[in-house]
C-alpha cells in the first residue's frame, strides 16, 4: 500500500466511525425513514435461504446487502447483520477461480462482476475486522477487472480483454468497482483508472453530434455522456453515469460535469405524477442519478433530493397487497424496466431503499467531502 493509497484508507475510516446523518428534514423526513423500514423488511422477509431473492445475478444479491449497509447494517451486527452476511456469503461462495463473480449469462459476466466487487468493497470498509475469504475475493476480483480493461480504457460485457470497450453503461460499473476499492485501502494501479477517465470522457457528445469541435467550442454548447463513443444513446442514466465516474476519481472540476448535471436536474424537476411500486426512473437510472446529485451536492443535491425521496415515500406499495408491502419494482415512472419478477422486485427495493438511507451516509462511498488526494492522485488524467 503507497503513502496516497494508505491516506485515503484513513480518511475514509476516521468519517466512518462518525457518520454524518440526515441535515433535517429537507433530507430525511418521518415518512422517509418509515419507508426505508418498510423496505428493508420486505428484502428480509423475502431472502431465500441461500441468501439470495430467487436471482443468480450476483450483483443484484450484492445491492440487497448494500440496501441493509446504506441503513448500517453491518455483516453478522445489528438487526439486519444476519441478512447482509447470508447475501455476502451468496456471492463469496460463488466467485469463479477466475476472480469472476458472475454464474448466469455470460453476457452479464461484467454488469454483475462490477457491481458485486463494488459491494464487497463497501462491506470490506465497513467492518472493523478482517473477514479473509472476503479480501481473497475482493482481490481476485479487482484483478479481473485490471486484465480484461480494453486497450482504450473501456470494458466489453464477458470479461476478456478486447481492443476497445463496449459502452458506458459497463464502464461505470467497474469504476465504482475500483474507487470502493480505494475506499477500503487496496491497491488499484494508476494506469487502469487514467485509462478509465479517458474512456469516460470520450464518451462525451455536445449537441449537434459536433465531437470534433474543439474543446473550447464544446465547453459552450449543450452535451452529454452517451452510452456509445459516437454520440448514441444520450440517456439520464448515461449522463449520471458518466458524472459519477468522474466524481468517483476526484475530477471534481470537469466541465463536462455542469453539463451533465444540467441534463438530471431537468428530469428530475419534470418527474410525472407518481405511479404505484415505480421509482423515479428506472432502477440502473434511479441508481447514478441519486448518486450524481449526491456527489455533486450543493444546489443540486438540495433542490433535486427530495423530489426523489418524496417520490419514493408516495409509490411504496401498502399495505393492500400484504406479499408487496414495501416494495417497488424496476420500472421508473415512464417504464424503462428490464427486471421482471422477484428479481424486479429486489432491484427495484434495493434501489429505493438505498435512496432513502444516502442522508445516512453509512456507506465508506458516500461519506461527506471532496478527497483531495484523489484530486492528486489522478491530475495527471487531463480534462
Known sequence: MNGRTLLIAICSFCLLVHPVRGEGEWEITAESEQALELGLKWLADHQGPEGNW??????????????????GHQPGRGKYGDHVKRALDYVIQRAKPSGLLNISNSQRDMYNHGLATFVLGQANGMTSTQDRRLNKTLDNALR?????????????????RQPRGHDLSLAVMQAKALRSAVDSGLEVPNEVIDLAIRSVRDHYAPQNGRRDAPESDQRQLPGQFTYTKGGGGGTIAMAAAGVVCLQEFGQYDDWRIRKNMDVIAAAVSQLPKPKARTLPFDAYTSYY???????????????QYP????????????????????????????????????????????????????????LPILQEGKIESLRQQFSGTGS
Open 54 to 71: 430467487t436471482s443468480n445475478d450476483l450483483g443484484l444479491v450484492g445491492l440487497g446487502a448494500m440496501a441493509f449497509m446504506a441503513a
Open 144 to 160: 479481473l477487472i485490471a486484465n480484461t480493461q480494453a486497450e482504450d480504457g473501456g470494458w466489453d460485457y464477458r470479461a476478456r
Open 289 to 303: 442519478v441519486g448518486q450524481a446529485l449526491y456527489q455533486v451536492g450543493g444546489e443540486d443535491w438540495d433542490e
Open 307 to 362: 423530489r426523489l425521496r418524496d417520490y419514493l415515500v408516495a409509490t411504496q406499495s401498502d399495505a393492500k397487497r400484504p406479499e408487496l408491502h414495501g416494495s417497488w419494482t424496476d420500472n421508473g415512472a415512464n417504464g424503462g424496466g428490464k427486471v421482471g419478477g422477484r428479481p424486479g422486485e429486489l432491484f427495484g427495493t434495493s434501489v429505493a431503499c438505498f435512496l432513502l438511507a444516502i442522508p445516512n451516509r453509512y
